[in-house]
């Protein structure tokens, strides 16, 4: 699961991906990063339609939105422990949704 992924980077990588949570990144980058997501929601919602569970745009907007704010918990956790934790309940709040 890409999720999964994702969240176990942020875990091992949590002190680079603290910058970009407390807004420390480079100027600008906040609009890079908006545009990142916008594209990653458009590549979520392509790839549930192609694997034939339908995902629809609003559903992927609340999964990448939930993913991020996980993300910032995990990065801004000064214990590796506490970290994985919390990813792992995200991905298992994941894998409960009922996605149309």
């Known amino acids: 699961m890409g999720a ?15 910058l970009f949570v407390r807004g420390d990144g480079p100027p600008g980058f906040d ?3 908006r ?22 745009q609003a559903a992927a907007v609340v999964t990448t939105g939930a993913l991020m ?3 910032a918990e995990v990065s801004l956790s000064t214990d590796t422990m506490r970290a994985r934790e919390i ?13 149309p």
Request: glycine content about 6%; cysteine-free.
């Open 4 to 18: 999964r992924a994702y969240l176990d980077g942020s875990v091992e990588q949590r002190e680079l991906t603290s």
């Open 31 to 33: 609009l890079v990063m």
């Open 35 to 56: 545009t990142r997501l916008a594209e990653w929601v458009s590549k979520n919602t392509e790839f549930f339609a192609r694997s034939g569970e339908p995902l629809d």
């Open 69 to 71: 704010l996980a993300v």
């Open 87 to 99: 990813a792992d309940g995200v991905i298992k709040v994941l894998s409960r949704l009922d996605y």
